[in-house]
């Protein structure tokens, strides 16, 4: 199997006065081409700065990450922006929507402010899929946590990444609503061979995963194959 991403010997240390914190303290791992895998660990393990690093939104101490041949912390700010902007899709915890913008601009202007084109079909499915479709039109602040948590991941699939990046997408969202976040996400990681990269807490959604990779102490602790639902049918 290809190799998606690639981190070596990876490290992130922040450093306040005499305190160092090991964010990270020693990373290898191979994401595969279509795999989705979830990364799980207590708070302040690691994850998130993991997950950052992975997208080149973070430079390490030390180590390395590969996209290709190609090493993030080598590339310049445009090669770096070009490569999140064509292969990246973004769920963060903040959600990060624009609360001047309504929904329905949240979700493409991204693309078309890049000069890329909107798959009307597409969009439209995901917004129903994800039961958005009736608040396109609200603004942020006039939705729940839950709904925002949604456009957030409209926003991030909307332009058909071949990687997707999640922290804790289904963190705002009652168990049921999560459940078919994660069946969406699957189907949409197989029909386009997608690489998506998710941390959760709940392990519940953590088991519907390919791989799941524990963080602890910045360290690798485990990686093993989750449970998929349809290995099982
Ligand atoms: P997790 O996502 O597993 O909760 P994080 O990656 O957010 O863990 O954080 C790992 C450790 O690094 C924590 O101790 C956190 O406080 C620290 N940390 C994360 N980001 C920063 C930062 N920007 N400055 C200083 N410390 C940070
Ligand atoms: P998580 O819930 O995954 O642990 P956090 O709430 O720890 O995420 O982190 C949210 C953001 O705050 C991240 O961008 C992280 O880099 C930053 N951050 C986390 N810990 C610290 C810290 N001790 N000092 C400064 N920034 C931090």
């Not at 306040?16 to 279509?34: F, P």
């Not at 393990?45 to 101490?61: E, Y």
């Not at 949240?106 to 439209?124: A, F, H, Q, S, W």
């Not at 990681?189 to 392990?203: D, G, L």
């Amino acid at each position: 199997r290809s190799i998606v991403l690639k981190a070596q010997g990876l490290k992130k240390y922040y450093t306040s006065g005499e305190n160092v914190t090991k964010a990270l303290d020693g990373i290898d791992l191979d994401i595969y081409y279509g795999e989705f895998a979830a990364i799980v660990g207590t708070s302040g393990s690691g994850k998130s700065t993991l997950l950052h690093m992975l997208g080149g939104l973070d430079t390490p101490t030390a180590g390395t990450v590969r996209v290709g041949d190609k090493e993030l912390s080598r590339m310049d700010d445009e090669a770096l922006a070009v490569f999140r902007r064509r292969s990246i899709g973004f769920v963060f915890q903040q959600y990060n929507l624009v609360q001047t913008l309504n929904v329905r601009e949240n979700i493409v202007l991204p693309i078309l402010l890049d000069g890329g084109t909107i798959d009307e079909d597409y969009c439209r499915e995901i917004v129903t899929l994800l039961k958005i479709e009736e608040k396109l039109e609200q603004f942020p602040n006039q939705l729940s946590g839950g709904q925002q948590q949604r456009v957030a991941i409209a926003r991030a699939l909307a332009g058909k990444p071949s990687i997707l990046l999640a922290d804790e997408p289904t963190g705002n969202l009652d168990s049921r609503t999560s459940q078919d976040v994660i069946a969406f996400l699957k189907a949409s990681n197989q029909r386009f061979q997608q690489t998506m990269v998710m941390i959760t807490h709940n392990p519940e959604i953590a088991q519907m995963a390919d791989r799941i990779i524990r963080i602890e102490d910045g360290r690798i602790k485990t990686s093993v194959p989750g449970y998929a639902e349809d290995e099982h049918a």
